[in-house]
């Protein structure tokens, strides 16, 4: 399976594609989309056209996005949630499934600790994906989504097979 995550933003979209095998996880790719334009509907165009061709590009068979953080800025909240909408659309369009994780979880997934820090969160990634050349902070937290859903969707497989076993029985 290979996992395409996403760190939304509407400057700078980070994304991370992972492959996973059982518990084994190989690093693919991973980079920054930035935003062109000085107006907000040519930066989300510019953010679609970018994030579909890395879509493109990766071939993945799922994706994962991760939930905005909501500050006190109404006005900076409302512009991120449209980025992270560009987020969740394009490998929708591309027709894959899309699950969402909120940050404390995959900090939790990734590190172990829903609070940990960015740099905690570096060091794992790299320990996780050994040679890993990180394409910077988002493309680090993109990484983290994506390896938070292949732990995630590895358990849900264990589980469905566990429900399947005991219906039989």
Do not use: C, I
């Given at each position: 399976m290979r996992v395409i995550g996403f760190d939304p933003g509407l400057r700078r979209t980070g994304w991370g594609v992972v492959d996973v095998d059982g518990s084994r996880l190989t690093h693919v790719a991973n980079g920054v989309c930035a935003s062109e334009g000085v107006d907000l509907a040519r930066r989300l165009a510019s953010l679609h056209v970018q994030i579909s061709q890395v879509i493109e590009d990766s071939a993945p068979d799922q994706a994962a996005v991760e939930h905005t953080?909501?500050?006190?800025?109404?006005?900076?909240?409302?512009?991120?949630?449209?980025?992270?909408?560009i987020s969740l659309l394009c490998p929708a369009q591309a027709g894959l499934p899309v699950a969402?994780?909120?940050?404390?979880?995959?900090?939790k997934a990734v590190v172990g600790v829903g609070h940990a820090d960015?740099?905690?969160?570096?060091?794992?990634?790299?320990?996780?994906?050994?040679?890993?050349?990180l394409a910077g902070p988002d493309a680090t937290d993109a990484l983290a989504v994506a390896i938070c859903h292949a732990y995630q969707s590895r358990a849900a497989g264990r589980m469905e097979a566990a429900l399947k076993k005991e219906v039989a029985l």
């Open positions: 953080f909501v500050n006190k800025d109404a006005s900076g909240t409302l512009k991120l949630g449209q980025a992270r909408a969402e994780y909120a940050p404390n979880a995959v900090k960015k740099k905690q969160v570096e060091h794992m990634v790299k320990m996780l994906l050994p040679g890993v050349k």
